[in-house]
């Protein structure tokens, strides 16, 4: 049984800053790339960034200058800062991971941390 659980949602004034975390745990031989996705109400879960093994990020076009994602594959954890919040960025985010458990190579999510912004 893996588990991926996320922290460090609130409320934001536009043009603040949150950062987010994320830490799996459970069966895991080894992580191969953990992402970040969000969902905003009435609107379809999309991808937000992703952080390889080997330390390789890309981001979303919307995120991209405002939103670093970092962690340490190796102990399972991920981190995305975000600044230069904006309304638009209100959203469930929720962290995705692509590993190799005890029996095979499966994704795995998180039970999602809100992020709200306020103009």
């Known amino acids: 049984q893996v588990q991926l659980v996320e922290s460090g949602g609130g409320l934001v004034q536009a043009g603040g800053s949150l950062r987010l975390s994320c830490a799996a745990s459970?069966?895991?031989?080894?992580?191969?790339?953990m992402s970040w996705y969000r969902q905003a109400p009435g609107k379809q879960r999309e991808l937000v960034g992703t952080?390889?093994?080997?330390?390789?990020?890309n981001y979303v076009d919307v995120v991209k200058g405002r939103f670093t994602i970092s962690g340490d594959l190796a102990n399972n954890t991920v981190f995305l800062q975000m600044n230069n919040l904006k309304p638009d960025d209100t959203a469930v985010y929720y962290c995705?991971?692509?590993?190799?458990?005890?029996?095979?190579?499966?994704?795995?999510w998180g039970q999602g941390t809100q992020v709200t912004v306020s103009s």
């Open positions: 952080i390889t093994s080997v330390g390789t990020t």
């Open positions: 459970g069966n895991i031989v080894r992580v191969n790339t």
């Open positions: 995705n991971s692509y590993l190799l458990d005890d029996i095979r190579y499966n994704i795995y």
